[in-house]
């Protein structure tokens, strides 16, 4: 079952092992399965289609670039000393084993890129984006050689990124239960009851008249009596 901590594991180790000379693509194939490991995660195929297409495109662009280095160590040369490399003969061939590595190191930091966009975004870890980026710029810039020690600073922050990962980032690729806030729901005022009634409107009769008067008038309001 994936998980994003084993994909911290391979894809932090992965990274370290890139720098070791003979095994870097042992490192590679363990960052390809982080990225696998992340993808099945947050529920998102993109992530390691782009990672793979990078994977496909850079191993493509190394075989060519191979073959036609060897092609042109065994080519034969004029023996003219190392005048024979600046000939249009062998230059030409120095130029298209250049120009194949730029263009597909450059189509494979694009598929990367994308990935690590993708992962930087649902696990909240912005090393990702930075290592992409850097992969471009750096891919870039190979044509210049300058490009090689920005896609070894990218090589740092990718080792970074994996390390930095958490085993349940707060993001929307996440199936989280959702909470709800309840608001007090309103109460309506009930009028008051009184537990005792109002007594009666009582009255009574003057003895003297017959005038109605309340039951505590003292004095008569017709006649004037007192009343007992």
């Known amino acids: 079952m994936a998980s994003l901590s084993s994909a911290k594991t391979l894809g932090g180790v992965g990274g370290i092992l890139v720098f070791v000379p003979g095994i870097s693509l042992v490192g590679w194939i363990l960052i390809l399965l982080a990225t696998k490991e992340i993808s099945e ?4 195929k993109t992530i390691f289609d782009d990672a793979l297409l990078a994977a496909i495109t850079a191993v493509i662009g190394a075989v060519i670039g191979a073959v036609l280095f060897v092609g042109f160590l065994f080519s034969p040369r004029p023996s003219v000393g190392f005048l024979a490399f600046g000939t249009p003969a062998l230059f030409l061939p120095f130029l298209v084993i250049l120009g194949a590595f730029w263009v597909f190191t450059i189509i494979s930091a694009i598929f990367l890129k994308r990935s690590y966009e993708k992962i930087s975004q649902r696990l909240n870890v912005s090393a990702f984006a930075t290592a992409g ?3 471009l710029i750096g891919a870039a810039l190979t044509i210049v050689l300058v490009g090689f020690l920005i896609l070894l600073i990218a090589l740092i922050f990718q080792v ?3 390390f930095s990962i958490q085993d349940r980032p707060p993001t929307p690729g996440w199936s989280q239960p959702s909470q709800q806030t309840f608001a007090p729901s ?9 537990s005792q009634q109002q007594p009666p409107n009582e009255s009574k009769f003057c003895f003297k008249c017959g005038a109605k008067l309340p039951i505590v008038a003292v004095f008569c309001t017709s006649c004037g009596a007192k009343q007992s």
């Open 160 to 162: 970074v990124a994996y």
């Open 133 to 135: 980026l850097l992969y």
């Open 41 to 44: 995660s947050v529920q998102d």
């Open 186 to 194: 309103p109460v309506t005022p009930q009028p008051a009851t009184s």
